[in-house]
């Protein structure tokens, strides 16, 4: 006789109690047990994905937009699967729970102890928890039903307390042991800074903006990880200096606002905002992230950069370390900032230039050009890592938390699969834009099975160039601008991407005209039950405008 409440009881009410709604699942032996005893009877929807990759890049997008996600798979065949997926939601602060399936006490010492093997063990009960536990913020083994709500709190506090992942040994011989009830409900842990340096950072910061002449805030990834939307725009309104974001937090607030004056992406970015970067004698950069994607080819200068993120304040020679970005801007609100010069008239937001599609052979630029008065208050854009950096880089995003782009780790490929976590979390009304280049659309192409199983309906353009364009580009970008080979490395087979839909059970068109491009879109809008694939067929040197800095 099962017991009134167990342990697999206890794990699926802590994930509903922390606002999941979806898991992503490929079943496996290990782990089917938990999944359709204790998921599938509770108000939590199990979405089958087709492979463990794509499973967790939807769990990924999933959890940008609902705080959470999760994915449960089989021990090592399917854990081991999800490496990569897991290590960009933990480089990029993203709150995902991975949940592995895993052989039974039993199993685990036959093996060990006598050499007889289950399917999937490599090293007994060291392998899979070894390779997560240097890329999560905890890693548990839940083999004891009494310690199990212990273990289950304190890696979910983990997850939502460092926003990033955690990972999740499920026995599959404790999932049906009872347990207690979940006692309240789990929260965050506090942040936590220095008094006496929190207070000598909030003057100098405050000191640093009366006296700036052109100053221009910075706004980065951490206000989004940390929720602090509001509190960035409150400060905004108090300072009235226009801001910048990067690409990894593009669309964070709405580039409607008055003050958006574009993102800052080193030589990718607009001439304005290289204009107002290179003018600005202070830089208030709040929550941002360096690296190589957002200061391409930019030489940051730090003396005239205050950077407040990674809970410490970095101002040129000045460091304080544990002052987090939330009380920093707090403090900066309480005791508004006197300004001596007058702000500065809003620096207008280069866009891309709205163009009537005509019959000449498409550009990755013109592309570009042309999808830009598709996109409204209702798109959600999804970027992959290609040559599409570039051209969504400069496109108008009107709603906060419009743009999704895994521009830190970078993982081709991660885009698409992560537009059905998007599409599952998304708001009703909205519809999700993916542009995707060829090369990382084949690693991960299989997400249009699950996207057209659930009747999701994500536009997914794969810009065919038949070149991982971006690679070549990082490599020798030369070869867009001359008549040198491309890297026979770089050179990719060719897919008929828009047949796919015959396959998969979707809509698709292939579009290598302006006119043919906005007959694809039109229909692509209309076709609200199924995925729709768009081939967008360029020249393999067609490169977005913004790229070719480095092509001399």
């Known amino acids: 006789m099962q017991p009134e409440y167990t342990v697999g009881n206890y794990l699926v009410d802590r994930l509903r109690q922390l606002g999941l709604g979806h898991l992503f699942s490929i079943a496996g032996d290990y782990s089917i047990g938990w999944v359709n005893g204790y998921v599938e009877p509770s108000d939590i929807e199990v979405i089958e994905e087709v492979n463990e990759l794509n499973a967790g890049y939807a769990a990924d997008g999933y959890a940008r937009l609902k705080g959470i996600g999760a994915l449960c798979v089989t021990y090592s065949a399917g854990a081991l699967c999800t490496v990569n997926a897991i290590a960009g939601a933990f480089v990029e602060k993203v709150p995902v729970v991975l949940i592995n399936g895993t052989p039974s006490i039993k199993k685990t010492l036959a093996f060990e102890q006598t050499g007889v093997s289950s399917h999937h063990f490599i090293t007994g009960r060291e392998t899979d928890l070894q390779s997560f536990e240097h890329l999560t913020a905890a890693a548990v083994r839940v083999d004891n039903p009494d310690q199990a709500p212990m273990l289950i709190d304190y890696a979910l506090s983990a997850c939502i307390t460092d926003r990033r992942p955690v990972y999740i040994e499920l026995l599959q011989d404790m999932i049906d042991l009872s347990c207690p009830r979940p006692a309240g409900t789990l929260t965050p842990g506090r942040t936590m800074s220095d008094p006496a340096n929190l207070q000598e950072s909030v003057t100098r910061i405050r000191e640093r903006l009366s006296a700036a002449e052109s100053p221009v805030v910075w706004v980065g990834v951490e206000i989004d990880r940390f929720g602090l939307h509001a509190k960035a725009e409150s400060l905004l309104r ?4 226009p801001y910048v974001t990067e690409l990894l937090s593009k669309a964070v607030l709405s580039e409607d606002d008055t003050l958006f004056a574009g993102v800052f992406d080193g030589q990718a970015s607009s001439p304005a905002v290289k204009d107002l970067i290179h003018d600005a004698d202070l ?4 929550g941002v992230w360096l690296t190589d994607i957002n200061s391409l080819g930019w030489d940051v200068d730090f003396g005239r950069t205050a950077f407040v993120s990674l809970d410490t304040v970095k101002d040129g020679t000045f460091f304080s370390p544990q002052v987090a970005l939330e009380h920093l801007i707090d403090g900066l609100l309480a005791d508004p900032v006197t300004r001596t010069t007058p702000a500065r008239p809003r620096t207008p937001v280069n866009t891309a230039t709205l163009t009537e599609p005509h019959g000449d052979s498409l550009t990755y630029q013109g592309f570009y050009d042309t999808i830009a008065q598709y996109v409204d208050e209702n798109t959600i854009i999804a970027s992959d890592a290609s040559l599409n950096y570039f051209g969504s880089l400069l496109l108008t995003v009107p709603t906060a938390g419009g743009f999704v782009a895994q521009s830190s780790y970078s993982s081709i490929g991660y885009s698409a699969p992560a537009a059905t976590g998007i599409c599952l979390a998304k708001n009703e009304n909205q519809r999700v834009l993916v542009f995707s280049g060829d090369g990382g659309f084949q690693m991960t192409a299989q997400c249009l099975s699950v996207q057209t199983r ?8 794969v810009l065919n160039n038949g070149v991982y364009g971006v690679e070549q580009w990082l490599a020798d970008a030369s070869v867009f601008d001359t008549a040198k080979p491309f890297y026979k490395s770089c050179v990719l087979h060719p897919w008929n991407y828009s047949r796919l839909a015959d396959v998969f059970g979707c809509q698709g068109w292939r579009a290598s005209t302006y006119v043919e491009l ?12 199924s995925p729709s694939i768009v081939e967008v067929v360029v020249d393999g040197r067609s490169i977005p405008d913004n790229a070719k800095w480095k092509t001399n």
Not at 238 to 241: D, N
């Open 238 to 241: 108090q300072l009235q200096i």
């Open 283 to 286: 830089v208030l950069a709040l």
């Open 454 to 461: 659930f009747g999701l309906d994500p536009i997914i353009f």
């Open 518 to 529: 906005k007959e694809a879109v039109t229909g692509a809008l209309a076709n609200t039950g």
